[in-house]
């Protein structure tokens, strides 16, 4: 079952509460209790979470960079798809060529700092140092869709490359929950 102490980000003063339904999903998507959750980010449209925010320090104190984290695994499927078809590699070569959309990268990352320091400075912690690379690679690379796209659904029309992945993957929601919802629902495959 989830940990208390990581529901609300590792349990310190003043951060959101979660509701403890939305937890024990988030821990059937991720098969494991989720660390430094702070809030549900965004829902997928069956209605369960599908991005949450995480403390940028876990409850030891340990950086924690990733801020939005994806966590349907029928999303993260898609998504990696989308990665093992070289669309990454075709995003970093357009960044290099492509100013205003290397100064778009670069507003979403400061956009995604800008809320984790925020987070941070919610939780009562000292921001992660500056030369912490933000998430996905930003501001120069793109090295992972994943977090790109959590932090578009968390954060809309902020992640360029976020939006361009969004838009190429399926309704991974269409065939209903990723995961049961309720205590009498067999599991998915079952």
Known sequence: MVDPADTAAGGREGAPEVDPADAAVVERQLGRPPRGL????HRCPCGLPDVVETSPRL????????????TCPRAASAIGTLESSGLMKRMQARLAEDPALAEAYAKAHAAYVERRDQAAAEDGLEPLPRDMQSAGGMPDRVKCLHALVGHELAMPGTNP??????????????????????PDEPEEGA
């Open 38 to 41: 702070r809030a549900v980010a």
């Open 59 to 70: 409850a030891d104190g340990s950086p924690f960079p990733t801020l939005f984290y994806l």
């Open 161 to 182: 490359f976020g939006r361009e992945a969004l838009d190429a993957l399926p309704e991974w929601w269409s065939d209903g929950p990723c995961v049961p919802t309720g």
